[in-house]
């Protein structure tokens, strides 16, 4: 397994997460997260409770990183950013 810093990625994939959902590197849906379990052969039911549970613990990212003693300065530039993405899926 070999690991890429930041600095060796070229600047379009920076400015991208690199993986992609439903063919989308953003504004990715629950619709879309969704349409990615038919692709693994998950039932909509199934797809929806695995959904659910991540968003679930996702919401406490704050709490695991303080536990995990991530700095203030680091959780503040996330912060914004996962509250508007959750927002994102859990409406969409």
């Known amino acids: ?3 890429v810093t930041a600095g060796e990625l070229p600047q379009e994939m ?3 997460q690199i993986l ?8 990715i849906s629950r619709q879309d997260l969704l349409d990615e379990g038919k692709a693994f052969q998950l039932s909509p039911q199934k ?3 695995l959904l659910d549970n991540v968003v679930e ?3 406490a990212w704050q ?3 303080q536990e995990a003693g991530v700095p203030e ?4 530039l996330l912060r914004h950013d996962i509250a508007q993405r959750l927002a994102h899926i859990m409406t969409s």
């Open 1 to 3: 397994v070999s690991h």
């Open 14 to 16: 920076i400015q991208y």
């Open 20 to 27: 992609q959902i439903n063919g989308k590197h953003e504004d």
């Open 47 to 49: 797809s929806r409770q």
């Open 57 to 59: 613990r996702l919401t």
């Open 63 to 65: 709490e695991v990183f």
């Open 73 to 76: 300065q680091h959780t503040s």
